[in-house]
Structure formats: structure tokens, C-alpha cells
């Protein structure tokens, strides 16, 4: 996860940094931080999608924080953002922004790792992305990956192995249950014990599939009714 923090209290910058540091070492994710004492220094480094989070004070000199968010919107839509303030009845407000979250500053232990964890839902709530953390020896990164970009899954002594539309490969610790259990996931489907495959990319021929890169993955038997019956409801939602 990239974030950043925008907030002209140094101590708040801090605790905030040294918050989001142990939230995500609990929470089993990596995260990028960027901080900045105030609007100018962020906004004269910001480019687009450069982050997934923005946790932003409201009370600033100059830009605001109710301002910058607006000015955001104009560019990205996407962009999670966080408020962090001292002014409880600026909470009302701050909603109108499309924002994901209000987290008190006498309160920031508390609520946080919440905000955290609305954040981690949203993104994997995502039609389109999923939020996927390597495993320790692949590096541990956290990444945003295009559902669509994904060919398939495989087990392989108890990791997940993603196999990617660039030909790149990202390893996870989490089962093929997990991942058929996320939104977004509705068009892979299990094809033998240890593989589930995105219908989307997939040719159907005889016992096996076949994706745009020609691997070729076999169907178990016990899951070949299954599969054929999903690959001709899949290919009817794409005609329709």
C-alpha cells in the first residue's frame, strides 16, 4: 500500500508514520509512507495513482484539507482518502467529500487501525483490483493487481502462485477458497484440486485449457461437468 500524510504538526506526522508502521506489521500488509508538513510540498510532488491513501489533516495553513480533497477529486477519483483532525464537528462535513474515513486526532490508537482496515476492504472490494502481499522471500511487497490481468492460480507447496498476462508470477500465502471468496473473483472457477482459472482468458478444449500465452492446464475429471458448464455460461455473458 502507498500512502501519504499531509498534516503541518510535526509530532502528528510522526505518531501517524509510527501508527500506520505497526497497523500494518499486525495486519500482514506492506506500506509505503510519504509525509508532508503541508499542501505545497505534496501537491508539487503528486502525480496520479502514484497513491493508494491519502491521510489528510483539515486544518492547514493555506490549502486546507476539505480543499486539497477537492482539487484531488478533479484528478483522481479513485484515491482513498482519510481525514485526521482535532474537530469533532467537522465530521459531518467532511462526508461530503467521498471520503472513506474520519479518524479523530485524541483518538488515532483507536481508530486508526479501523480506517486501516475499511481501506484494505474498499480496495479488494474493487470490481477491477485486488490488494495481493508476496510472500517474505518474494520481497513481502504489497501490490494492486488487475483481476483482469490474472490467468490463474496454482498451488504449490502451500503458496498461491499467480500467473500474470505479462508472464511475471507473484507467490501468496492463501488458498484458492480465499481467493474464489473475494469480489471480483465470480469468473474463476476450479478446474482440478490445485488451480482455479479466470474464464475470461480461458479456451476450452476437450479435457484441458488453453490461455492466451498457450500453457495448457488439464481438468480433473471429477471437476469436468463443472467446468464445461461454467465455461458456456461465462462464453453467453460475453455474447450478451
Known sequence: ??????????????????LLKNISKE???NINIDSFQ?????????????YDVLFLDIDMPGMNGFELTEMLRTQN????????TNRDDLIIHAFRYKVLGFVR??????????AVSSIIK??????????????????????????????????????????????SKLIVRKSLSEFLGMPGFNNFILINSGTIVNLAKAKLDDIKIILPDGT??????????EVREAYLKSLRRVLI
Open 216 to 225: 495448457t492446464l488439464f481438468i480433473s475429471k471429477r471437476k469436468m461437468k
Open 27 to 29: 495486519q500482514g500488509f
Open 105 to 114: 486526532k485524541k483518538h488515532l490508537e483507536n481508530e486508526l487501525p479501523y
Open 122 to 167: 474498499e480496495m479488494n472490494l474493487s470490481a477491477s483490483t485486488v490488494l495481493i502481499t508476496e510472500v517474505r522471500s518474494q520481497g513481502g511487497k504489497t501490490k494492486t493487481v488487475a483481476i483482469d490481468d490474472i490467468f490463474y492460480i496454482e498451488i504449490n507447496s502451500h503458496d498461491a502462485h499467480i500467473f500474470l498476462s505479462d508472464g
Open 1 to 18: 500500500m502507498n500512502a501519504a500524510i499531509v498534516d503541518d504538526e510535526p509530532i502528528f506526522l510522526i505518531q501517524i508514520t509510527d
Open 38 to 50: 503541508n499542501t505545497e510540498e505534496f501537491k508539487a510532488q503528486y502525480t496520479e495513482n502514484k
Open 77 to 84: 477519483d479513485r484515491v482513498h482518502i482519510v481525514f485526521i
